[in-house]
């Protein structure tokens, strides 16, 4: 299982995967930016490049690198991002 404890102690959320979700679509979908995609991949000791399992949870940490327009964006208009289907 991919969830690590935050030694830190910065404020997380989780994700869970969803069908034909890539690391990069979580990472859109829960930060709003490409450039987080280091913070959260690294959070859960994975790859940016390891495929992800439909259905496992995963920490996003908050980071500065967060869009909220984008986020709100995708929120309100219920998109779920899937590119490896």
């Not at 959070?43 to 940016?48: G, K, Q």
């Not at 995963?58 to 327009?69: G, H, I, W």
């Amino acid at each position: 299982m991919p969830f690590i404890n935050n030694t830190n102690n910065r404020s997380m959320q989780t994700a869970i995967v969803k069908p034909n979700q890539s690391s990069l679509d979580v990472v859109l979908m829960h930060a709003g930016t490409m450039e987080a995609a280091m913070e959260v991949m690294a959070a859960n000791e994975r790859s940016i490049t390891a495929p992800l399992i439909t259905g496992v949870q995963y920490l996003v940490p908050d980071t500065n690198t967060s869009d909220a327009v984008t986020l709100n964006y995708l929120q309100q208009n219920k998109i779920v991002i899937g590119t490896r289907g």
